[in-house]
């Protein structure tokens, strides 16, 4: 993964630096009891895994289209950089990003799903981290 083109490192850094900013804002935002907004909650840990695997994406030079499904972009990594991320998971991640935005005729997200949409999020972190170069992680 290194020998990446500076431009594309840069690009690559600042993909990371998002990432990085969402999932402090899901730790965050969790902290706030029961003022705790956890359908934002689960809107920053969606946008930390859809942008770590975006990252992990433009380290091997693929293209991915604007999206927020997970499954599409999950479909577009190279066989053996796989993310600790069930279809399950991805499902009700790309939910978060979506559907939860809005208001519907949807139960309103609990503490539980929050907690483990920050999980889920902290576990896809770390093994992409795992597989980004030394130079990438370096701002």
């Given at each position: 993964m290194s020998g990446l083109p500076e431009s594309a490192l840069l690009v690559l850094r600042e993909w990371i630096q998002k990432a990085d900013s969402d999932w402090r804002a899901s730790e965050y935002l969790l902290t706030m009891g029961q003022d705790c907004p956890y359908e934002a909650v689960c809107f920053h840990a969606q946008q930390c895994v859809e942008k770590y695997i975006k990252a992990l994406l433009i380290c091997h030079s693929i293209a991915f289209p604007k999206v927020h499904d997970l499954a599409k972009l999950v479909g577009l990594l190279p066989i053996g950089k796989d993310v600790p991320l069930t279809v399950i998971e991805q499902a009700k991640l790309t939910d978060y990003a979506m559907v939860d935005r809005y208001p519907g005729d949807r139960e309103p997200i609990t503490r539980a799903e929050a907690e483990e949409a920050v999980s889920v999020a902290h576990k896809v972190r770390e093994a992409v981290r795992a597989?980004?170069?030394?130079?990438?992680?370096?701002n």
């Open positions: 597989l980004l170069s030394r130079e990438a992680l370096d």
